[in-house]
C-alpha cells in the first residue's frame, strides 16, 4: 500500500505548463530544472495520476529526500520557492572588485625595499596599510591572487 503523502503538490493548468517549457529549455540552474522535474513527477495534474517520491527518487536519480524537501518547500510558497534558493547568510566578503583590482595592482607593483617579490604576507600586510581592506587573511590574499593567476614573481 502506497504511503500518503505529507505534502501534495497540485499545481494549476498554466503552471504545470510553464514547468514542462522551463525544463524543456534547460536554460536554468541544473538544480531548478531538476526541481522542476520533480514537481512535474508529483503533480497529479487533475488526472489522479501521481507518482510516489521513492518512484520519482528513482526515475530522476536523486535521493529521497531530494523529493521530499522539494514537495515541502511547494508546500510552503509555491512553485517559485520550490525551484529557488533562499539567500543564504554568511560572512560578508572581506575584498570586494575594487579591493581585488587594489590587491592585484599592487602584487604587480616592485616589492618592498629589500624584497625580491611579494609573499602574501607582505601582500596581507600593505593591504590593511594601505586601507585596501579593514583587516583581510592571508587565504583571502591567496584565493584572489588565484583567481587573477598572478604570481608573486
Excluded at 495534474?45 to 521530499?68: F, H, M, W, Y
Excluded at 510552503?76 to 575594487?98: C, F, H, I, M, T
Excluded at 596581507?124 to 594601505?130: G, N
Aim: net charge positive; with cysteine; charged share 35%.
Amino acid at each position: 500500500m502506497a504511503r500518503r503523502q505529507k505534502y501534495k503538490v497540485e499545481l494549476p493548468e498554466q503552471e504545470h505548463e510553464r514547468l514542462k517549457r522551463f525544463v524543456k529549455t534547460g536554460k536554468a540552474k541544473a538544480r531548478e530544472i531538476l526541481r522542476a522535474r520533480i514537481l512535474l513527477a508529483a503533480d497529479s495534474g487533475g488526472n489522479g495520476k501521481r507518482e510516489s517520491d521513492p518512484q520519482i527518487a528513482k526515475e530522476l536519480d536523486v535521493c529521497l529526500r531530494t523529493v521530499a524537501a522539494t514537495r515541502e518547500r511547494y508546500a510552503a510558497g509555491g512553485v517559485e520557492r520550490a525551484l529557488k534558493d533562499l539567500p543564504r547568510s554568511g560572512q560578508p566578503r572581506r575584498l570586494d572588485g575594487r579591493g581585488e583590482a587594489k590587491l592585484s595592482a599592487l602584487a604587480c607593483s616592485q616589492p618592498p625595499e629589500g624584497r625580491d617579490r611579494w609573499t602574501i604576507q607582505l601582500l596581507t600586510d600593505r593591504a590593511v596599510e594601505l586601507g585596501i581592506a579593514e583587516r583581510v587573511g592571508r587565504e583571502t590574499v591567496r584565493v584572489t591572487l588565484k583567481k587573477t593567476n598572478l604570481s608573486r614573481g
